[in-house]
Every structure is written in C-alpha cells, then in structure tokens.
C-alpha cells in the first residue's frame, strides 16, 4: 500500500450504531487529518494530529471521537450520529503543521457515510 | 474569518481549449495556497502549492499564480483535454496547516 489509505470506502449506519473509520498513511509523515465533505459546502476540517497529539479541534460534536494511536493510524469513532452527519470523510497527512511547501498535505480516498 | 470563493461553480469548454480557474480570498495572512483536484466520489490530489512569498509554480500544461495583496488565485491549463474532466479546489494555509477550502469549480472538458 502507498500514500494515504481509509477504510472502509463506503459505511450504512443507523443512528443507534458505534461504528470506526481507520486511515492509514505510508508516507512517514508527522502530521494526520480529519475532513467533512457535505454536498454543496466547503470541505470543513475537523480534527488535526501532530505526533500523535491533536492541535485542533474545530467545533466537531462529542460524537466524533478521534484518536491517534501512532503516526501512521488515525481513527474517527462515530456514535449516535444524526442524518445530516452523512457526507465524504477525507483523511489527510503532511509531514509536519508549519506552513511550508514541505507540508503538503496529501488525501485518501475517503469514506462515503450515510446515516439513516 | 478567512473566506474562500471560486469562480465559476461549473465550466465546460471543448477539448483544446485554454481556461482560467479563479479563486478569492478574504484575509491575505495566508501561508500558501494549494490548488487540488477532486474526480467524483474520491479523494483530493494536490496539483500545486505556491507559498505565500511566491508568485507562480508551474506543473506540465498547469500553472498557478498567487496574488495575496489581493487576495486572489487563479488556475490556468493550457490544451484542455477530456481527461482534466475534475472537481478543482483551491485551500488556503492560515497556519499550522489549517487549510480553508473553496467550494470549487466543476470543469467538464468535451471531446
């Protein structure tokens, strides 16, 4: 596997359901990422790791839980979610947070969500 | 709050033809600004990156140039080709690699 994998690519889950989105990169980076993308909205972050420590978390509701047990893994735990929740959750990585061309962040494929 | 807009939301052009992508943003204290392409249903791929000390960066037929005073981007891609048929974002860095998104321009380039 190379560069940024998430798994699973695409999620059903009802409103009582805990379910977990994993991403995966293989790029050595520092720097891990969570994105929502809602049709027709601009893609909002959500949560940013650097070494393993989150450096930000943008107002994201308590039933978005990340975690980031390395560098190279990061989880989004989801529970009791509403409908509007569903949309495409991107997963990125850079290899650092300062604001250089060697951070360039690079993106999965991401997870298409839909709660009933 | 940095704001991002992009201009047109949607753009179909015939093959071979040169188009001009642009992007607007409200607070010119900005690290760099990243242009992504995003083929439906998937991720983003990074096309180019300029920092904010740069002009322009140039990437085969795509090139990017930046004016931060006036807060503005703009794509260029030259010979279309039905290929480039893409979802383009423009991300703006306002620190620690907090990027602030655009909504994008949806190109649609014909055969």
């Known amino acids: 596997e190379t560069g940024v994998t998430q798994t699973p690519r695409h999620l059903v889950m009802g409103m009582t359901n805990k379910k977990s989105l994993k991403c995966e990169q293989h790029?050595?980076?520092?720097?891990m990422y969570w994105y929502k993308q809602s049709a027709k909205k601009p893609l909002e972050l959500m949560f940013v790791?650097?070494?393993?420590?989150?450096?930000e978390n943008n107002s994201v509701p308590s039933r978005f839980s990340p975690e980031c047990p390395n560098s190279s893994h990061l989880f989004l735990h989801l529970h009791t979610l509403q409908p509007e929740d569903s949309a495409l959750y991107l997963c990125?990585?850079?290899?650092?947070?300062?604001?250089?061309?060697?951070?360039?962040?690079?993106f999965g494929p991401g997870t298409r969500l839909t709660v009933l | 709050k940095q704001e991002v807009t992009q201009i047109p939301a949607a753009l179909s052009v015939p093959e071979g033809e040169n188009l001009v992508l642009n992007c607007s943003f409200t607070?010119?204290?900005?690290?760099?600004l990243q242009w992504f392409r995003q083929d439906p249903g998937k991720g983003l791929t990074s096309l180019l990156l300029?920092?904010?000390?740069?002009r322009e960066q140039t990437s085969g037929r795509l090139n990017a140039s930046l004016d931060k005073s006036s807060g503005r981007s703009t794509l260029y891609i030259a010979a279309s080709q039905p290929g480039d048929s893409a979802t383009y974002l423009c991300?703006?860095?306002?620190?620690?690699?907090?990027?602030?998104f655009g909504t994008g321009t949806r190109l649609l380039v014909s055969p």
């Open positions: 990125a990585s850079s290899p650092g947070t300062s604001g250089n061309s060697y951070n360039e962040q690079f």
């Open positions: 991300a703006v860095n306002t620190g620690f690699q907090k990027l602030v």
């Open positions: 300029i920092q904010s000390s740069q």
């Open positions: 607070d010119s204290a900005i690290y760099n």
């Open positions: 790029l050595g980076h520092n720097a």
């Open positions: 790791y650097s070494l393993e420590e989150r450096v």
